[in-house]
């Protein structure tokens, strides 16, 4: 008998032309339209989410269907080309609904496998940008405490982006329900959250009525995919965010110098600085073979988000770490964006469950079968 052996394909970590495409054209929007003083102004005033740079994100480049199908309006791409656009977003810290909404929320409709009726439109509205829509449980990743008695009743903390959110996807133990943010019974109170470019919301349905998309049976696995790629691609937010940090560090400590030589020609930022750039690099093998996983539909899929998510957290907060202390005091004043990399790494670090929780799943999805 001849042993049948599977052939295991290698990933692709290379980044396309396309991908190369639109990462030039989604950093050049950021750059001109959510720079360092533009996104402090932001987040000093109430309104810390520009519409405008959503539509033009969204809609005018179109990454907000980056995962629809094109025949529900969407671009028909794949989680590469997500991940692209949230390193940029990671770059430049830019106040924008697009991994609660583009990402989770759109996976999640998309994980029911319903094109027709309700769902397909809300796809059609979110890949136009025309709709934000965020999942309604807590950033941290555990399902709110809904219940259901012929209207929706309950309080989700901690939702990320609700006050940004056109509608809410509320899952239930009856299913997951539709309901508009503005509707009559639907609260949303915003909370004093460490990262101010992310806001939280307290949600507090009471009687609210919505409409439902699926049965407990089938919202389940839907809200665990949509779950499951907001963790895998937040490590490419993660990735772009600890690049910048990485990229400015080296650059002031070029520039700067003290005793008449550059400060970066110290043997002992030196090696920071090389130890950090070999855990970037790392972490961008990470990031990218948990996009490529979420791409190719494969089964490894929930072990590369794991490894990505239990990796690039701890890279994200010690490069923002570095970046503050090794740009020395200006690195600690509230005009230099150092402080929003750190506060939005620290935030990300236990976003869709923390790295403990990331690395206990690896321990149980790498355990061997009884014999």
Not at 43 to 55: G, N
Not at 194 to 212: E, F, I, K
Not at 266 to 273: E, G, I, T
Request: include cysteine; glycine fraction near 8%.
């Amino acid at each position: 008998m001849t042993a049948q052996t599977e052939e295991t394909v290698a990933p692709d970590l290379l980044y396309s032309e396309a991908e190369d495409d639109l990462r030039a054209a989604v950093r050049s929007l950021l750059a001109d339209r959510a720079d360092a003083p533009t996104v402090i102004a932001r987040i000093e005033s109430d309104t810390p989410y520009d519409p405008q740079l959503w539509k033009a994100l969204g809609a005018d480049i179109g990454a907000a269907g980056l995962l629809v199908p094109e025949k529900l309006g969407g671009q028909g791409a794949s989680h590469r080309e997500a991940a692209v656009v949230l390193e940029e977003l990671g770059r430049s810290v830019a106040p924008a609904p697009y991994l609660t909404s583009a990402v989770v929320a759109t996976e999640t409709l998309l994980a029911l496998g319903t094109e027709d009726g309700p769902v397909g439109e809300l796809l059609g509205e979110l890949a136009a940008g025309r709709k934000v829509a965020v999942l309604a449980v807590p950033f941290s990743a555990a399902v709110g405490t809904v219940t259901v008695t012929g209207t929706l009743d309950g309080i989700v903390t901690a939702v990320a982006d609700a006050a940004a959110a056109d509608l809410l996807l509320v899952p239930t133990s009856d299913g997951l329900y539709a309901v508009e943010a503005g509707a009559t019974g639907v609260t949303v109170e915003p909370l004093v959250a460490l990262d101010l470019t992310r806001p939280l919301a307290t949600v507090t349905l009471t009687a609210a009525t919505g409409t439902r998309l699926a049965d407990a049976e089938a919202a389940r696995p839907a809200v665990h995919r949509g779950l499951l790629a907001g963790a895998g691609l937040l490590a490419s937010e993660q990735l772009g965010l600890a690049e910048w940090c990485l990229t400015e560090t080296v650059r002031y400590t070029r520039d700067r110098h003290q005793f008449n030589r550059p400060v970066g020609s110290f043997q002992a930022l030196k090696h920071r600085m090389a130890q950090l750039w070999l855990q970037v690099v790392s972490a961008r093998a990470a990031a990218r073979n948990a996009a490529d996983a979420l791409a190719s539909g494969s089964p490894d899929t929930p072990l590369a988000v794991a490894v990505a998510q239990a990796y690039c957290s701890g890279v994200a907060v010690r490069a923002a770490e570095e970046c503050i202390q090794l740009h020395g005091g200006i690195g600690m004043t509230w005009e230099h964006p150092a402080h929003l990399y750190l506060k939005r790494a620290k935030a990300d670090s236990i976003a869709y469950g923390t790295a403990g929780r990331h690395r206990d799943a690896i321990a149980e999805l790498m355990e061997l079968p009884a014999p």
